[in-house]
């Protein structure tokens, strides 16, 4: 058979495009249900990807899969979160163990290479098909029912399969999106990051070694994240125009970037950077829907916030697991797979609201004044540790303790109405979508 030959595979239930987190999470799941899962993933794996923070739910989920073990070997115990601001000249560290929610105190820092492939050699445990180096060019679902998609391999073979259901886990190269021309960028917030690891930064010592840290600067913030093998994750997300204004070679912009924020230059006093300096762009952005008669998208290839909460990861997860209900409704009671679309929609759109009001007002004056300088007035101060331990898939005390956060936020803007509408103003001028832009 010739290259340009098309290799026809087997017939399967579920197609996965995507071996990430998300991807990996719903084939273990579905594949256990005893359905014939493949699961084709462009790269090989262990790759490199971005995102190296979990959340203390996350660990649930981990348990549910059956790799915690695996996982816990690999990471870097993470009890909070610090945020350090030039503008009150303080930082103040958030303890998991003080949420609302007292049963997970802690999470891990984790290299992304080691994370995935640990989930993904555990859905080929559980009885998945997995084929790595190949990429899913084209998909077709007939009126009759059924999904038809194609490929291409590493040795430029094309590749063909014929499924039940298709679930697109293809994460920030958003498969479905992109060909259904659904997927939107955000009107509220618009970033863009570089990021490099380094050795030799001076971390915290004892329990908070491993607690990821907030840095804010005039241009957006940096994150700095600790991992298990020494290596330290420094990322810089900022206004696009800001990333625009770069006139020369990157790592010299990522380092100028980095000296602009002395509380992170002196961390990074003495450190070396052992990686290339990578930037990308288009980070907040949503597709108008999740799902449809035998398709589903999960994670990022649904929804992209910011990544100041570490969310990225834990929503992929989560998005699996609610999604493997959907994917099952669909190939044995059909007659459910509505209710279960909207229940799954319901959720999912849910949790990323609750994470993306906070995010999208971070870097405001009032938002940095509230976090910098923390009350706890009807356990409000737990309720938001909680939200940020990623307790936002259920419906429980939390909600009206986040709503009294809400209406303290509100109130105190009025507070400073000057300046908060001069921060309003200046939020609009920074998240503007040129027309390139939005081509």
Known sequence: MSNAAALVEKDCDVLVVGGGPSGSTIAALLAERGERVTVVEKDRHPRFHIGESLLPLNLPLLDRLGVREQVDKIGML?????????????RITFDFADALRKDHP???????????????????????????????TDVAFPPDGGVHARGLDEQGQSRSWHAKFFVDASGRDTFLANRFKIKHRSNKHNSAAMFGHFT???????????????FWFDHGWFWFIPLADGTTSIGAVCWPDY???????????????????????????????VSAVTATGNYSYQAEKMAGRNYILLG??????????????????????????????????????????????????????????????????????????PGNPFRVQEAILSMLS?????????????????IIYYISSLGILGQSIAAWKKHKRDIRITPEEAN
């Open 200 to 214: 030799g930064a001076r971390r915290p010592t004892g329990r908070a070694e491993g607690n990821i840290s907030i």
């Open 78 to 90: 993470k009890y909070g979160a610090e945020f350090v601001s030039p503008y009150h000249k303080k």
């Open 243 to 273: 990333i625009k204004s770069r006139k020369g070679d990157l790592t010299a912009f990522f380092m100028e970037t980095i000296a602009s924020c002395s509380e992170l230059a002196e961390t990074l006093k003495g450190a070396t950077l």
């Open 106 to 136: 802690y999470a891990y820092q984790i290299r992304r290479s080691e994370f995935d492939h640990i989930l993904l050699k555990n859905a080929a445990i559980k009885g998945a098909n997995v084929i790595e180096g190949c990429r899913v």
């Open 300 to 373: 990022d290839a649904f929804a992209f916030v910011d990544p100041l909460f570490s969310t990225g990861v834990y929503l992929a997860m989560n998005s699996a697991f609610l999604g493997a209900d959907v994917v099952s409704a669909s190939l044995h009671a059909p007659n459910e797979m509505p209710v279960a679309v909207k229940r799954f929609d319901a959720i999912v759109r849910h949790a990323i609201s609750m994470f993306s009001w906070y995010i999208h007002r971070t870097t405001s004056p009032v938002m940095r004044n509230l976090l910098m300088n």
């Open 390 to 406: 990623g307790d936002v898939f259920t419906r429980s005390e939390l909600g009206i303790r986040l709503m009294i956060f809400k």
